[in-house]
């Protein structure tokens, strides 16, 4: 049996990327195969022949995600735009905060720099300061653009972003910029419109890929734990463990660190309320 990767899901057929020159391969799942197979699945195949194959195996995941079905992702670039549409905070919050749920790491990069620099520049001084890489890009100008490609290899990346925000223009200068994508799989597998609903993996070259994550949407944080709604800020997590009570929610309680953390400018004010608005929403929930 050979591993490859799940690029793409279509009419019952798995598109399967060898890592080989010349090697996707399109296979069925073996009849006895009960679990869901995502794309970004690593799985193992019997191969056939004339590049056709059946799936007879699953291989454990390192992360997924439900909207798109996507698994075994590295890292995410959350995109926004400097301006039209104008960036939001509670909006990039939350966006970080699915993909922390997810156990992905995510990336922040502010496009249409050219249209506004100033609040690119806001942002990325926010966001680097809660720990998070951002980029400030440009697919107009072509600025940043190296920044990040040098992100991408030996990686799957997927990018997410509110619509407008130029992530196609962005992926198609990656994809554009990067020669081996033409031979390799595009050229068999056509972005259609059609699949503008499913995700489907582009390779760049050994090991790189990124995927379009069409309707990312935020996770559902109405279900969250309280507790575990605060494991998803990096940035506010060495503030709690010193509260007086263990079952702090860290709003109104007396004696809390984080609000105290708060009040000393350690945690930004901003992100404090990121928390505070999603944990009115999940109590709310649970009344
Ligand atoms: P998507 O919906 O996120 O895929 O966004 P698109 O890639 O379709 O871009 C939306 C609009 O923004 C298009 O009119 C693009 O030409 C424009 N756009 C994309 N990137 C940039 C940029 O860096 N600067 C400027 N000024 N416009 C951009
Ligand atoms: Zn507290």
Known sequence: MIKGKVIKNYNGYYYIDLDLPESLVECRRRGKLKQKILVGDEVEITVLDNHTGVIEQLLPRRNEIRRPGLANIDQMVVIMAAQSPAPNRFLVDKMLMTCEYAGIHPHLCLNKCDLDRTIAVAYRDFYESCGYKTLIVSAQTGEGMDELLSLLPHKMTAFAGPSGVGKSSLLSRILGRNDLTIGCVSSKIQRGRHTTRHSEIMKLDYKTYVVDTPGFSSLEFEHLDPKELFCL?????????????????????????????????????????????VLTTILERKR
């Open 233 to 277: 800020f990096p940035d506010m997590i060495p503030y709690f463990g010193n509260c007086r009570f263990s079952s702090c929610l860290h709003r109104t309680e007396p004696d809390c660190s984080v609000t105290r953390a708060v009040a000393e400018g350690k945690i930004k004010k901003e992100r404090y309320e990121t928390y505070c608005k």
